[in-house]
């Protein structure tokens, strides 16, 4: 999923756009990211992910947070040994696999709501969204992630959804 493309593609006048995830806007979405680009890569490098900018991430550039968030995330994960760390999250401490393993995930599902919310569906890679939602009905207990603000409850996907709408329904959303 090239979140990043849809980020780029998003006109000025779509941040106001409804999304799957029912209480945000695509603005709100692309905050969320962003904010989790910041605390996972701060947790991740034990540095401060800037608090005072909790409520916005984004500021007057949203296209430019989110590259700079990319970046800063991007060297957090590849640097030695990430895998190898506890990551200390709203969720709880997770060891760097699993850590990996949902920020992914909240990367490319919000990549697919702002696509959908944006009418840039020809972007989503369906082919990762196959592959993650077998992975994640594979992990078996992935319940415990099923909490307000991360992932809803599994939803019914629309008769013959393509993949994105069957990985949006299975973290509790509804894409019509």
């Known amino acids: 999923m090239a979140t990043g493309l849809v980020v780029a593609g998003v006109a ?16 709100a979405v ?10 996972f890569a701060a947790e991740l ?27 800063v995330d991007r060297a957090a994960w590849n640097r030695p040994g990430a895998l190898d760390t ?7 401490a997770l060891p760097g696999p699993t850590a990996a393993l949902i920020h992914f995930t909240e990367v490319c599902v919000h990549g697919v709501d702002l696509a959908v919310a944006t009418g840039q569906q020809a972007l989503v890679d369906e082919e990762l969204c196959a592959e993650l939602l077998s992975v994640m009905r594979g992990l078996g207990g992935f319940d415990a992630y099923r909490v307000p603000g991360v992932f809803g409850p599994e939803v019914q996907p629309a008769p013959g959804a393509a993949p994105h709408g069957q990985l949006l329904a299975y973290l509790g959303r509804t894409v019509s």
């Not at 692309?30 to 605390?39: A, D, E, K, P, S």
């Not at 608090?51 to 990319?70: F, I, Q, R, V």
């Not at 506890?86 to 709880?92: F, K």
């Open 86 to 92: 506890t990551v200390h999250i709203s969720l709880g």
């Open 12 to 27: 000025e006048s779509q941040w106001v756009r409804p999304t799957p995830c029912a209480e945000w806007d695509a603005r």
């Open 30 to 39: 692309l905050n969320h990211t962003v904010g989790g680009m910041r605390i």
């Open 45 to 71: 490098d034990g540095t401060d992910p800037g608090a005072e900018h909790e409520s916005d991430w984004l500021g007057a550039e949203p296209k430019g947070a989110y590259a700079e968030a990319a970046e």
